[in-house]
């Protein structure tokens, strides 16, 4: 049964600062803006706390999307969203899908799979922030979930960026995806596509971050269990 609004206000209150204690600091930029903060660390480490990080997104937009679905959407249109998979941003990149296209990639092809979600999701996440700065009436742990989110996709790319230069010794990276047609900043929608467009931005954006966390888990069990990693 779907809470309420004033149920999901009770609820947030109570856990929502909980994501920011229990969250491990993944801040690798120093104060001249290199990566040396995380360049220290060990592999072992690094590679758990960027899945900790992945993790965390991925359960903060769990919750960002049914609050948002709760007092955004009716419940007609949910439905409508869901079947509008073909809508998501990343479904041109080169992204395995199957389990077994996801069996069969290396290491490498995994990181940088990570990567480029990553690295994808970045500018329609701060539009979509704008976007929802722009609703009457927008409930603060919206805006909040959604800035805090758009703030951790940078730590993970970051801590992302140091773990391919780790484990696989590149020094040069050239997976930076952005396609410029995917938001229009200069354009003012009206209220109800506006929303429905964050809606579905929310939806696919939240299975990318479940295709994150899974890829830098299977990533760590190969380099732990490697025959055995289903």
């Given at each position: 049964m779907?809470?309420?609004?004033?149920?999901?206000?009770?609820?947030?209150?109570?856990?929502?600062?909980?994501?920011?204690?229990?969250s491990t600091p993944l801040d690798c930029r120093d104060?001249?803006?290199?990566?040396?903060?995380?360049?220290?660390?060990?592999?072992?480490?690094?590679?758990?706390?960027?899945?900790?990080?992945?993790?965390?997104?991925?359960?903060?937009?769990?919750?960002?999307?049914?609050?948002?679905e709760e007092l955004f959407i009716p419940f007609p249109f949910r439905l409508q969203s869901n079947q509008a998979a073909y809508a998501c941003i990343t479904k041109a990149l080169?992204?395995?899908?199957?389990?077994?296209?996801?069996?069969?990639?290396?290491?490498?092809?995994?990181?940088?799979s990570v990567l480029m979600l990553v690295q994808s999701w970045i500018e329609p996440l701060t539009y979509m922030q704008i976007s929802m700065e722009r609703y009457d009436h927008a409930p603060d742990m919206v805006l909040n979930k959604t800035k805090w989110v758009s703030e951790k996709l940078f730590s993970l790319e970051q801590g992302v960026v140091v773990l391919i230069k780790k484990m696989l010794d590149?020094?040069?990276?050239?997976?930076?995806?952005?396609?410029?047609?995917?938001?229009?900043?200069?354009?003012?929608?009206?209220?109800?596509?506006?929303?429905?467009?964050?809606?579905?931005?929310?939806?696919?954006?939240k299975k990318d971050a479940h295709k994150m966390e899974t890829f830098l888990k299977l990533l760590k069990c190969r380099q732990t269990d490697k025959y055995n990693c289903a």
């Open positions: 779907l809470m309420t609004v004033s149920q999901w206000g009770v609820w947030i209150l109570l856990f929502w600062p909980q994501h920011l204690t229990l104060d001249q803006g290199s990566l040396s903060r995380c360049t220290s660390i060990s592999q072992e480490k690094l590679l758990d706390r960027v899945i900790h990080h992945a993790e965390l997104i991925y359960r903060v937009s769990e919750e960002l999307c049914s609050l948002f080169p992204i395995p899908s199957s389990k077994s296209e996801i069996e069969q990639i290396s290491d490498k092809w995994l990181l940088h590149e020094t040069t990276l050239v997976t930076v995806y952005s396609d410029q047609n995917t938001v229009q900043n200069d354009v003012q929608p009206d209220v109800l596509e506006s929303v429905m467009r964050d809606y579905t931005l929310l939806g696919c954006f």
